[in-house]
Structures are given as structure tokens and as C-alpha cells.
């Protein structure tokens, strides 16, 4: 039975997308008859939650507590890393510090090396990170890019063991039926509420866009860490009565606020510290809702958005294209849901983990 330690950034049950994307892998390959070990941060105070969560799925996870002074914690996973990777034979890495992690471990120890790059990791501010992060790269066998957009921005690195496998999703059936109002659009967002996932963005169009849906609301859902920016730029362009924050929700609840909803929308935007949006896996449980999606150009969303069929892309700064594009959704919606379902069959974690599968047998066979 080969072993594979996957090095991650983060990891349920604390939310994240690196996190999703590293459970649904490890859950994956432990079915499909890999010894999986997963050495991941402990982000909660007093480990409670990891613990719980650990306790319940097939394969083990080792946690690094998070220490009041960083670099304790940068050490502790190194040394985790280290003896942990003694007897794998491979390591998957899966998020900025670990892949530095993974490239320091490869010229110590000889098992194969798989990177997987999500897009944050790349355009990273510091020039010295930058450098450090092309360099790493370039000592993994393997290097998986989450989407196409993903993959061009490596291309300088001219990597000849690259490939690309889309983040996978798995959603159960919505426990109501897909509502659509004719009357009163709901759009929705759900993820972290930071400058990268852009909802300040959609706010910004909302006075336009009232001008011809007034009764339109639009629902913010996720970790409420801008929320007071938002709040405040809501109350200045006089559109407060139209945002709703939901915060951090569980699953359930989740379900159901994009099953009321009509229009998912990610207007995601490059941060000053480089974070881009590599991918967009929330437009993806959407669409498998019936939800049609609205999301930025010239980001890693253009690859989960099937342009025309599943939504619209768009210039995240121009309120103009922003309500010729929810209006076209509007008056052709049952096309356009039926067209989110079909596209989303394309990125179920059966399909994707697939892939994974064939990259990983290739990794092997180089052994």
C-alpha cells in the first residue's frame, strides 16, 4: 500500500478552500488504496474541534498547534514534516508554506514530490517570497495547477511537469426545491469576506443596479472579516437595506440560502499582496443547485464558469455589464439553471479524484 503525507496549510473543521481540497483528496485516496497521513495547523485554542473531527475520518491527521510567536510554529511543522515523511513515498503539498516545506524536504529525503498550486502562492508580494516560492516549485516531480488561469501564471517558470486538475465539489441535494423570484433577484456570496472574494465590489454596483431591481437584496455569507468595511462603504452609497450578512453558517443552512437565492456572485480581484482567486469552487456547489453565477475576469473563476451557458463573466469594476449580465440570467433563468447543473456535473469529487488517481500512478511509476 503506498503512503502519501499530504503538508497543508489548512484543514477542516475549520473552513478554507485549501483545507476542502486537501480533506476531499485524502478521504479519496485512502478509498482508493493509499495510507494517508495529513499533517495540517491547529487553528482553534484548545484543539477541541480538530480533535473531534480527526476522531471521525479514515486517515490520520497530525496537528501543529498555531504558537503566539510564529516561527515556533514554522518549526514545529518542519520537524512534523521531517519525521512524518521518513516512511512516505509521496508528499503532496498543498498551500504557500507548505510548499516550501515540501522543496526542503526534497533534498533530504528521496520519495516523490507532488505540488498542488491554488494561485495565492504565486504573486506574492515580497519579492524574496516570490523568488522562493518559483525555486521550490521547481524541485517537486510533479506540479498540479488548479485551473488554466492558475496555470499561466507559472509560465515563466517553463515547468515541463505541470498539469491541471479543477477543484473538485460534493454537495448533497438541497433539502428545499430552487426558488426564483421574478420580482426580487437575491444574489449571494458565500466565502471569507476579504478584499479577494470581492463583495465589496458588488456592493459598489448595488446603486445601479437598484435603479432596475429595487427590491433586490444581496446576501453575504462566510467569515465576516471585512464585515465593518463592508458595513461602512453600505451605509455611504445609501444601499444598507439591501445587504444582508449571514456570517459563518453551517452546512445546512448553506444549502438552503442558495437554494432561495437566484444568482451566485464572485467578483473576486487581485489583493496588493498578491492573492488571487485560482479557482471559485463555491460558484460550482451553486450551480449543482440550479444557481447560475456572475464572476470576474482575468482570475482563476473564468475556468468555473462555462461562459454563456452556466453565467457570465465579467469587469468586476463596471456596474453596466454587471446588470446586462443579471439581466439576460433573469429573463432566460430556466436556461441558464439548467445549464449551472449540467456544468457542475463536470467537477464532482469522483471525476476529479480520478485525475488525481492517473498523476499520481504516473508519480509511481518514477519510483
Not at 480533535?51 to 486517515?59: A, T
Not at 454596483?205 to 431591481?213: C, D, E, G, M, N
Request: proline letters at 4%.
Amino acid at each position: 500500500m503506498p503512503k502519501v503525507l499530504i503538508l497543508t496549510s489548512e484543514f477542516p473543521p475549520q473552513p478554507g478552500g485549501i483545507g476542502n481540497h486537501a480533506f476531499h483528496l485524502a478521504k479519496g485516496l485512502q478509498v482508493n488504496g493509499y495510507d494517508v497521513t495529513v499533517v495540517s495547523d491547529q487553528r482553534s485554542d484548545n484543539g477541541e474541534a480538530e480533535k473531534g473531527f480527526d476522531g471521525q475520518v479514515s486517515f490520520r491527521v497530525v496537528r501543529i498547534p498555531r504558537k503566539a510567536f510564529i516561527f515556533i510554529s514554522y518549526f514545529n511543522r518542519i520537524r512534523t514534516a521531517f519525521s512524518e515523511g521518513k516512511n512516505a513515498d509521496i508528499i503532496l503539498s498543498s498551500g504557500k508554506f507548505s510548499l516550501w516545506m515540501g522543496a526542503l524536504l526534497s533534498f533530504f529525503q528521496k520519495m516523490r514530490f507532488v505540488a498542488v498550486v491554488h494561485g495565492s502562492e504565486i504573486k506574492l508580494r515580497n519579492p524574496f517570497l516570490r523568488k522562493l516560492t518559483a525555486f521550490s516549485l521547481k524541485r517537486y516531480d510533479t506540479v498540479i495547477a488548479v485551473s488554466e488561469f492558475t496555470k499561466s501564471l507559472l509560465s515563466h517558470l517553463n515547468l515541463k511537469n505541470i498539469s491541471v486538475i479543477p477543484n473538485g465539489f460534493e454537495i448533497g441535494k438541497p433539502e428545499i426545491q430552487k426558488i426564483n423570484k421574478d420580482q426580487m433577484p437575491v444574489l449571494i456570496t458565500v466565502g471569507n469576506v476579504t478584499e479577494r472574494k470581492g463583495q465589496h465590489n458588488v456592493i459598489k454596483a448595488l446603486p445601479s443596479l437598484l435603479k432596475k431591481f429595487p427590491d433586490l437584496k444581496y446576501q453575504i455569507v462566510g467569515i465576516p472579516t471585512d464585515k465593518k468595511k463592508l458595513e461602512k462603504l453600505s451605509l455611504a452609497l445609501g444601499v444598507e437595506n439591501s445587504v444582508e450578512f449571514y456570517g459563518k453558517v453551517e452546512e445546512k443552512v448553506k444549502k438552503e440560502l442558495l437554494s432561495k437565492s437566484d444568482v451566485f456572485v464572485m467578483l473576486s480581484e487581485k489583493t496588493k499582496d498578491g492573492d488571487v482567486e485560482g479557482f471559485g469552487i463555491a460558484i460550482l456547489e451553486a450551480n449543482a443547485l440550479g444557481v447560475p453565477a456572475i464572476g470576474a475576469k482575468d482570475c482563476g473563476i473564468e475556468d468555473a464558469i462555462n461562459q454563456g451557458h452556466s453565467g457570465k463573466l465579467i469587469d468586476t469594476k463596471s456596474p453596466q455589464q454587471f446588470e446586462k449580465a443579471l439581466t439576460e440570467i433573469l429573463n432566460n433563468y430556466q436556461t441558464y439553471s439548467n445549464g449551472a447543473k449540467d456544468w457542475s456535473t463536470g467537477f464532482t469529487w469522483d471525476k476529479i479524484l480520478n485525475e488525481y488517481l492517473e498523476v499520481l500512478g504516473k508519480v509511481e511509476e518514477k519510483t
